[in-house]
């Protein structure tokens, strides 16, 4: 699998400013994904980060509020923008489809360690 | 089972007993399923999957169960150790969209080994 790091991994913030998450992986993969996790909770898509494009968002989730870019294979961004206690969160990114010597890997997801992220 | 709010299933084991952990999906044509572990503080940890033309996959002291009829899946966990207590997530890969795959995340099953 896929060696995944973020940065931050935590940090608190005050509502109305925006933070900048990074997720770089050690190998060029086809596939990167956000995530959010709130307390508690399962895990919920915010979008898929497509490389030289527009990511794809999900159902309640908008580039407004969460922009996202992907300049290459191995590295993506998320911002979330003028932030309130509700996106209070720990923000995950994903991979999928490791390219390893021109094979294609499973279509298995491997995560992050995450970014906790707490606004006041 | 299903949970409401932030209360997740538990189960919690004696070190050493075997541990089941159960999911149920919704969507009959998903076709691949993953158990991941997510330790306090970390990111989720894949453990095991199986595809749909499957019904039992083995790996080291894990072996998933899947039970297409009834849309049930299951995590059995063998002379499970105090490194094993841990979150629980099963989830499905599902067709989303067009040719777009998506996986959908259960609600986790918190695993408690007591020494």
């Known amino acids: 699998s896929a060696v995944i790091s973020q940065k931050p991994s935590r940090d608190i913030c005050q509502r109305g400013t925006s933070l900048t998450i990074q997720c770089q992986v050690d190998?060029?993969?086809?596939?990167m994904f956000w995530y959010r996790q709130q307390p508690g909770q399962s895990l919920t898509l915010i979008a898929t980060a497509n490389q030289g494009s527009e990511a794809t968002y999900e159902s309640g989730f908008v580039i407004d509020k969460f922009p996202i870019s992907r300049p290459n294979l191995t590295f993506s961004t998320l911002t979330v923008s003028n932030m309130s206690p509700e996106d209070s969160s720990i923000y995950l990114c994903?991979?999928?489809?490791?390219?390893?010597?021109?094979?294609?890997?499973?279509?298995?997801?491997?995560f992050g360690p995450g970014t906790r992220l707490t606004v006041l | 089972g299903e949970s409401v709010g932030l209360h997740l299933p538990t189960l919690s084991v004696q070190e050493g007993d075997n541990s089941i952990i159960n999911c149920a999906y919704s969507n009959s044509a998903s076709d691949y399923f993953i158990w991941y572990k997510q330790e306090s503080g970390k990111g989720p940890q894949f453990i095991i999957d199986?595809?749909?033309?499957?019904d039992k996959r083995q790996g080291q002291r894990v072996t998933v169960l899947l039970n297409k009829t009834v849309k049930h899946l299951s995590l059995q966990i063998a002379a499970t150790q105090p490194g094993d207590s841990a979150v629980y997530f099963c989830?499905?890969?599902?067709?989303?969209?067009?040719?777009?795959?998506?996986?959908?995340f259960g609600k986790g099953t918190l695993l408690t080994v007591n020494p």
């Open positions: 190998s060029q993969v086809t596939m």
């Open positions: 199986i595809r749909s033309n499957m």
């Open positions: 994903s991979v999928e489809g490791a390219l390893a010597g021109g094979r294609i890997s499973t279509d298995t997801q491997y």
């Open positions: 989830a499905e890969n599902r067709l989303s969209g067009g040719s777009n795959y998506k996986l959908t």
